[in-house]
């Protein structure tokens, strides 16, 4: 698993949202993702509106679970778009 992340940083020349994987942002400022928070909540999607992968965040599973379903929520509240067509 871990090789295979560190392919993927090699590989990728588009790193846009974190830079390195393998730390939790959320376990590391001690928060957790909040709903009313879209301009946080935003960074943890792609331009596109869908939720970016673990891989490339680096956030836990516990964090990425409450992160899914605070980004679902807020778009629910149309706090993020559901799927921007470009
Ligand atoms: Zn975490």
């Given at each position: 698993m ?20 393998g ?6 400022e ?10 946080l ?14 891989g490339r ?7 990425q ?9 807020a778009r ?11």
């Amino acid at each position: 698993m871990a090789d295979q992340e560190e392919k993927q940083e090699r590989h990728g020349s588009r790193e846009r949202v974190f830079r390195r994987p393998g730390r939790c942002a959320f376990c590391k400022e001690k928060w957790s993702p909040d709903y009313k928070n879209a301009a946080l909540l935003r960074r943890f999607t792609t331009d596109r509106g869908r939720i970016v992968g673990r891989g490339r965040t680096g956030v836990c599973s516990r964090h990425q679970r409450a992160l899914s379903r605070a980004i679902k929520r807020a778009r629910e509240l149309a706090l993020l778009p559901f799927d921007a067509h470009i």
